[in-house]
Antibody
């Protein structure tokens, strides 16, 4: 079955750019699904960041749109997140997930904690 | 954005109790509502989609109902392994997808 795995630096400096990659295994990223990034600050709830289709089409959360870029690399079966101008408020566990039917998220990656600190 | 309001934010119940969580949308979302379970240190897991459909492999003690703006998630007989935080999530009028604030379920 499809599995997702996030990777990237666990520490980013304030005003820097957060960069994460989600590797997809057990299935093709070119299947008829969207692929999302979702984050969860420590002890808080879930916030959807954005999504990408294998064609490169994207949708972003308006609250983050000016700082977010999501891209896809079909040759590596993975997609990536860049979040610029980060502050401590961007400290969170970042998850990647598959959107099924553009409706629900399943499965999810295990998540990776990114801390914004100098 | 559609706001999702979950209540209660936490609850404590005994093993075998019936547990009910509600989720209210800020506008009509038909049945475009899903429920997730998140255990400590783990990623969320889909339990129910389209308000009332049980995901494959999920125990039948979990159920969901509702449409429009008001939704209910029920555990018919609470088990120790059900200790987790539960989230609702809507997918109408996108973007963005939005989640409720979560309900933490503990054993009394």
């Amino acid at each position: 079955q499809v599995q997702l795995q996030e990777s990237g630096p666990g520490l980013v400096k304030p005003s820097g750019t957060l960069s994460l990659t989600c590797a997809v295994s057990g299935g093709s990223i070119s299947s008829s699904n969207w692929w999302s990034w979702i984050r969860q600050p420590p002890g808080k709830g879930l916030e959807w960041i954005g999504e990408i289709y294998h064609s490169g089409s994207t949708n972003y959360n308006p609250s983050l749109k000016s700082r977010v870029t999501i891209s896809v690399d079909k040759s590596k079966n993975q997609f990536s997140l860049k979040l610029s101008s980060v502050t401590a408020a961007d400290t969170a566990v970042y998850y990647c997930a598959r959107n099924l039917l553009g409706a629900w998220f399943d499965p999810w990656g295990q998540g990776t904690l990114v801390t914004v600190s100098s | 954005d559609i706001q999702m309001t979950q209540s209660p934010s936490s609850l404590s119940a005994s093993v075998g109790d019936r547990v009910t969580i509600t989720c209210q949308a800020s506008q009509d979302i038909s049945n475009y509502l899903n429920w997730y379970q998140q255990k400590p240190g783990k990623a969320p897991k889909l339990l129910i989609y389209d308000a009332s459909n049980l995901e494959t492999g999920v125990p039948s003690r979990f159920s969901g109902s509702g449409s429009g703006t008001d939704f209910t998630f029920t555990i018919s007989s609470l088990q120790p392994e059900d200790i987790a935080t539960y989230y609702c999530q809507q997918y109408d009028n996108l973007p963005p997808y939005t989640f409720g604030g979560g309900t933490k379920v503990e054993i009394k």
